[in-house]
C-alpha cells in the first residue's frame, strides 16, 4: 500500500522559514518522480513543485519560484520542501505527491497524495 506521509507543518511569521518533509513507503520510491501540492482554505488543490527521481531536475509555480526548494533522499524514502520568505499567501494544507512515472507535469491531476500537513503563515 502506498503511504506518503506529510510532517513539519506549524505556525510561522511572515517572512520566515520552514521545512517540510514526507515519508514514503509501500513503493519503489527512487523509481518516481514526487511533487508538493497545497490547498489553501476555501481555494483548489495547487501544484507546488516537483522533482525528478534522482533529484536532479527541479521545478516549481511562479508563486514559489526562488523561495522554495524540493529535494529527495532516495536512500531514505524522503521528500523535502524547504521553505523561505513565507507569506501569508502561502498558508495551506501541504501535500507530498507521486507521480505516476517519471515525467514531471505542472498539475495536480492523476498524482496520489497522502495525508497533508497544516502550515499557517501570519503575525
Known amino acids: 500500500e502506498v503511504q506518503l506521509q506529510a510532517c513539519g507543518g506549524g505556525l510561522v511569521l511572515p517572512g520566515g522559514s520552514l521545512r517540510l518533509s514526507c515519508a514514503a513507503s509501500?513503493?519503489?520510491?527512487?523509481?518516481?518522480?514526487m511533487s508538493w501540492l497545497r490547498q489553501a482554505p476555501g481555494k483548489r488543490l495547487e501544484w507546488v513543485s516537483g522533482?525528478?527521481?534522482?533529484?536532479?531536475?527541479?521545478s516549481y509555480s511562479d508563486s514559489v519560484k526562488g523561495r522554495f526548494t524540493i529535494a529527495r533522499d532516495n536512500a531514505k524514502n524522503t521528500l523535502y520542501l524547504q521553505m523561505n520568505s513565507l507569506k501569508p499567501d502561502d498558508t495551506a494544507v501541504y501535500y507530498c505527491?507521486?507521480?505516476?512515472?517519471?515525467?514531471?507535469?505542472?498539475?495536480?491531476?492523476?498524482?496520489?497524495r497522502g495525508q497533508g500537513t497544516e502550515l499557517t503563515v501570519s503575525s
Open positions: 505527491a507521486k507521480y505516476p512515472g517519471t515525467v514531471i507535469r505542472h498539475s495536480p491531476q492523476g498524482l496520489y
Open positions: 522533482v525528478s527521481v534522482d533529484g536532479g531536475f527541479a
Open positions: 509501500g513503493f519503489a520510491f527512487s523509481n518516481y518522480a
